[in-house]
């Protein structure tokens, strides 16, 4: 039945690997079964009395990308799996939130709104469910599917190589390998003697070996290696007092975020205090409409990203088309839609999708099998809380696929400038903008331009012309109104 509906065969795996590769995807993006919550709930940020329920936002982000993720699986049939996305999650509760307590306020004060009637939070789940729709209104249509057969082949692979060095960078700053300060952006940290490098080199030596020997679950035994590691030194840290103190232990991750699994079961939150609240009216005034335009955008353009990238690495792509590219558009749209519904932010495909891929996942199977998980994890808070809340962890197997992802620049046209450049000033634009869909704007900007200037524009298909000039109206006025 499984070969029949997912083709193993003629995609060259069975089910044991599909299996491997949807567990490798979901203990790489579990992460945000934690992070989502501490996010939209104000903690994370100091922002409480904005925030939403905790347990609520924990159920309905686990809700929402099985869903998603298993329309993903079974309609697509790819191996990627969906989530609500980081950075439209910030923005939701950094930007939106925010400025939908200031229209509160100011309409509360002037009488035309009723004191404690509506929460911010419910306008921001608003304005998230109606950039969900217009998602679904252009999947529809087709303009997504057209938008993705545009890509050049350079493009899509320059793409690729992009998200792999962003999700190596995100793997090196969980581990606390390079760190940020006031002075520089970025560097290596003076503390590479503290527990939570150690942990990451740990997982990186074991899954980086293992893989060099084509071993099956490399990735998965990395990070439980890692653990391992992490559980064993804050055991040997709290039973010897004197390192306890060191200001590199103290402070690290080890000490401040991992807390090894005190039982294996616990009861789901329930969806109660978030299920259907989004305030729908209000989400339409003036203010926020370029929300819903930025959120509409940043969903469009991380969805391309991921769907190229990882199908670029799982070969995929088909005489220089995406097949199914519609049913993977609409179940990420889809996903939005449902998330605003039962309480979280945009639902988005996962780039960590690409753990899975580099396991052996090559069909809908794996995103399946990652749905299946993420509906357990309300079942299983301990040990899932204990796997995402510590980044080390699984920053190896970021690391490792990043590099992998790696060889596509072996296919950009180097040969051709007018190819080359636009290229490269997208994958340095996913890395330098800490997202996705701004290296992607970047990208789609310079490319029509370049290749025009360099006499080349009859290679370019009209819809990318028009692109680069909604996006140039975007990055200069509608995302410049949120900063």
């Not at 009395?49 to 809700?63: I, Y």
């Not at 990652?370 to 796997?387: D, K, Q, S, T, Y």
Request: aromatic content about 10%.
């Amino acid at each position: 039945m499984w070969d029949r509906w997912f083709r193993l065969r003629e995609n060259g795996t069975n089910v044991p690997t599909e299996l491997l590769a949807g567990l490798t995807t979901f203990l790489t993006m579990a992460y945000i079964i934690v992070l989502q919550p501490m996010v939209l709930s104000g903690r994370l940020t100091g922002r409480e009395d904005l925030g939403m329920d905790f347990g609520a936002v924990m159920s309905a982000t686990c809700l929402a990308a099985a869903v998603a993720t298993i329309i993903m699986g079974l309609w697509a049939k790819y191996p990627i799996a969906l989530a609500p996305g980081m950075g439209e999650n910030f923005l939701f509760i950094g930007s939106l939130v925010p400025a939908a307590a200031a229209y509160i306020q100011r309409e509360t004060a002037a009488g035309r709104l009723p004191a404690g009637s509506v929460q911010p939070w419910q306008i921001a789940l608003g304005v998230i469910f109606y950039s969900g729709v217009l998602f679904l209104a252009l999947s529809f249509l087709g303009v997504r599917e057209k938008l993705l057969d545009a890509v050049s082949p350079s493009m899509r692979n320059a793409i690729a190589a992009g998200i792999g060095l962003f999700i190596a960078l995100l793997g090196l700053q969980g581990a606390s390998v390079v760190v940020g300060t006031p002075e520089q952006i970025i560097k290596l940290s003076p503390r590479l003697a503290g527990p939570d490098v150690i942990v990451f080199f740990v997982g990186f030596l074991v899954t980086a070996g293992l893989y060099g020997r084509r071993m099956p679950g490399s990735i998965v035994l990395g990070i439980l290696a890692a653990a391992a590691t992490a559980w064993l030194l804050r055991t040997l840290i709290l039973a010897l007092p004197q390192p306890a103190d060191w200001p590199a232990v103290a402070q690290s991750k080890l000490m401040t975020q991992f807390s090894p699994a005190e039982g294996l079961l616990s009861r789901p939150p329930s969806l109660a205090p978030t299920f259907a609240k989004m305030e729908l009216r209000l989400a339409l005034v003036l203010p926020f409409l370029p929300y819903i335009l930025i959120f509409l955008f940043m969903d469009l353009f991380d969805t391309l990203g991921t769907l190229v990238g990882v199908g670029e690495q799982a070969g995929l792509i088909c005489e220089g088309r995406l097949p199914r590219a519609k049913q993977a558009l609409t179940a990420d749209a889809a996903g939005t839609v449902l998330g605003a519904v039962v309480g979280t932010s945009t639902v988005t495909s996962f780039i960590e999708s690409a753990a899975g891929v580099e396991q052996g996942g090559r069909t809908g199977l794996t995103a399946v099998t990652a749905a299946g998980l993420f509906l357990l994890a309300p079942f299983f808070g301990p040990v899932v809380r204990m796997i995402g809340s510590y980044p080390p962890l699984t920053a190896a197997a970021l690391l490792v696929v990043g590099s992998m992802m790696m060889r596509n620049v072996l296919k950009i046209e180097w040969s051709n400038p007018a190819e080359a450049v636009p290229a490269f000033v997208t994958m340095i634009g996913i890395v330098f903008s800490y997202s996705i869909a701004d290296g992607l704007a970047l990208g789609f900007i310079s490319y029509p331009l370049v290749k025009f200037l360099a006499g080349q524009g009859r290679q370019v298909r009209p819809l990318m012309y028009g692109l680069a000039a909604v996006l140039i109206v975007y990055l200069l006025a509608v995302k410049s109104y949120t900063g």
